[in-house]
């Protein structure tokens, strides 16, 4: 994998595709639910009420775990539509490394929160919403729970800042710049309504040459 993509001449500007959006905007909703979650449960006191909430922080860990490998799948068969060639190497190589990180985040987060669980449960299963009993990792200590549970959290942080840095790219590209590769992303449009057509996967508009 190269660190700074291939740029492409594009009359139109060739973005994601539905199916691609989809998985960007779902996974973005859960990931902010979760960080309310995550930080309500933080500031809760220990009684059902944090019991509950954690609840439901474990659920939403395992469908964004999910969700993310169903989206890392789908952009490996469908790479993503070529950078227009105005966007300066720098800011691709943030992009992308940007987005890489995102992917370990998201992957890698659930699996050391259910090791932090799993350190600390009190029998052979976790609840998640709707009653379901996920068999927890046998042999995990409360100490390597503990580390894992520290490491979840560190991650979290980290999490957050990308997003902030991930939205602020965003925003500067789409009304500072007026760049008009922010119509990669629907529903950030180009500037002076130029054309778009999808760049990725079945429905992908043919590039001539």
Known sequence: MTSVPDTAPQGAVLR???????????????????????????????????????????????????????????????PPPPFPPELSPFERFAAVWNHRLFYLLLIAMPIVGFVAVSGFANGPTTPLVGGIAVPVIPGVSKATGEMAGEVHELAAYLLVALIVLHLAAALKHQFIDRWRGSARMPPFQAPNHEPVVIGQGRDATPQEG
């Open 16 to 78: 994601y595709s539905n199916t691609a959006v989809a998985f960007h905007w779902i996974t973005a909703a859960l990931v902010l639910v979760q960080a309310y979650l995550g930080f309500r449960f933080g500031l809760s006191e220990p009684g059902p009420a944090r019991d509950e909430i954690f609840i439901w922080h474990k659920s939403v860990g395992a469908l964004i775990l999910l969700l993310v490998l169903a989206r890392l799948a789908y952009r490996v068969k469908n």
